[in-house]
Each structure stands twice: as C-alpha cells, then as structure tokens.
C-alpha cells in the first residue's frame, strides 16, 4: 500500500481492519470472514470498510472472494453547541487545548492537524495552510490572534525550525485516543452525557456550519473545509437556518471568477478570508 501512495493514515486504519478480522476468523477462508462481518452487530459502513480492507489483503494474496456490499447508511450530522465545545477546549491540557483550538477554528481533519509542520503556521498574516487530506483543493484558513498567539509560544518554547512537525510525534489515532480519555473523564465530572457523544470531527463540523452561516454560500465553503464536491459540504445545510433574503451571494477567489459574477449582475460587497463576496437582488 505505501508503494502504491495510499497514506499512512488508509494504512494503518487497513491495518487495524485486518488485525480485528484475524483476531475472530481466518483470514485465508474467505466464507468465513464473511460470515464474521455479516453478523457482527455493527453498522453496514463499518461492515463496509472491513470489506475494502479484507478486499485489499485478498489481492495481495491472490485470493479468490466476492465482496459483500454494504452501503453507508444515510443520516445527518448531529452538532454540538459552541459553547459545548468551549468547555472541551477549556479543560483539556495546554497542548491538546491548543490543538482542540486548532480544529474548530480552522476546521482541520485530524491527520491535516498532525502533518502541520512550523512553515504552514503563517504567523503575520495569521492563517494556517495546512497539506489537504483525501486529495482534496489546497486553502489558507485564518486564524484568531489569541490562537496564533499560543502557536507562537509554542514554536519558540519548543525552539522548532521551519520544517519540523508543529505537535512533534503527533499522529491522529494518538490525537482521538487522547480526545476521548479527556472528553469521557469530563462528562463523567460535570455529569452530563452529552459531552461523551461529542466527536473529534464535530469541531470540523462546527466550522463548516458556522462558515455556512456567515457566508451564506457552500461554495465557497467547500472550498474553505478542501472538499471536493458541492454534495459534501451540502450535508451540512441541515444544521442551520438560512433566512430567505432578497439577495444571492456568491463568492469569488480569483480574478476570472470576479469578472463573471459582474457581468451577471453582481456588486462586490466585502473581502473575508481571501474571499471576495458578491451580492445581487433575486
């Protein structure tokens, strides 16, 4: 898998797949590793990525198997409130509150946070560029001053160079585990269940929801959190209300895109986040 690219993060979730398969069926009898899956009283997405990651030792091993389809199930994304969130960031370590920080601010997945080297930290400017995950459009996110203060203090207290990792050793299976022991410890102590449902990835989602909300236009937001396509960033649309407005808004990122939207009627409003905003009446 390296030799062919796959990153270490599809690897080392393959690993674990196959790891979970052999510890309860042989992974030479394919029937039986189906037999395994199909009973295991999971969801079909988790059934569905043990699939790929058996599927991936048969072609080594050139072994014959037909692969059982299971489908994602489709449901929408619960979200936390902001001041849920707050309390985690608060409460959690200087370090992992920094990195809790990070997330929800710029809306990293949690492997682009632990491959952030110093060089993508823009301390004048005060944005974070960081190496988009799942291949998706490269992005510069802007960053608060109180947090660009803290990666400061962190860079030179750590004396780290350009090219060092920013959270030296960090990797995301270490960042979630360590997430999860202090977000449990903490629903645990202020007797509230509903921290211990609050997920890693919902300080992304908390920032694809807020941008929603503040820009009012996904495409443009699907360019902030490096999606690919429209249809991902459109899930979170559910998450927010959208006032019905006599106006459309657009964005543009470059000049080509600008000069468009003009000559359909559009007025530049404002620049935020490197993005220049557009409006027109409906």
């Known amino acids: 898998m390296k030799s062919d690219n796959k990153s270490d993060y599809t690897i080392n979730a393959t690993r674990k797949a196959l790891n979970r398969l052999a510890e309860h069926t042989s992974l030479s009898e394919p ?16 059934k ?3 699939c790929i990651a058996y599927n991936t030792y048969c072609k080594h091993y050139h072994i014959e198997w037909k ?42 997945r949690p492997v682009e946070l632990c491959r952030l080297k110093v060089k993508d930290i823009d301390l004048d400017h005060k944005t974070v560029n960081p190496t988009t995950a799942k291949r998706g459009n490269p992005r510069t996110l802007p ?38 022991q202090m977000r449990n410890r903490l629903a645990l ?32 937001v699907m360019i902030l959190m490096g999606h690919k396509k429209l249809e ?6 559910h998450l927010m209300n959208l006032d019905d407005d006599e106006w459309t808004v657009a964005g543009a990122t470059t000049a080509k895109e600008a000069s468009n939207l003009l000559e359909h009627g559009f007025q530049y409003q404002t620049t935020i986040e490197g993005i220049q905003l557009f409006r027109k009446r409906k």
């Open 31 to 46: 029937e039986a590793v189906k037999i395994y899956i199909a009973n295991l009283t999971t969801s079909d997405s988790y």
């Open 48 to 50: 569905k990525n043990l």
């Open 67 to 108: 692969m059982p389809k299971y489908s994602q199930e489709a449901k929408n994304t619960a979200l936390p409130t902001r001041q849920k969130l707050e309390i985690l960031i608060a409460n959690a370590k200087k370090l992992l509150s920094m990195k809790l920080q990070l997330s929800m601010e710029a809306g990293l």
């Open 143 to 180: 960053l608060t001053a109180n947090l660009t203060s803290k990666i400061q203090e962190h860079i030179i207290r750590q004396s780290l160079n350009p090219n060092d990792q920013l959270f030296t050793g960090a990797d995301p299976d270490h960042y979630g585990k360590q997430y999860r």
């Open 189 to 220: 102590k202020l007797k509230d269940p509903s921290i211990h449902t609050i997920r890693l990835y919902d300080f992304r989602h908390y920032f694809c929801t807020k941008k929603l909300y503040d820009i009012n236009n996904p495409y443009t």
């Open 232 to 237: 991902t960033t459109m899930k979170y649309m």
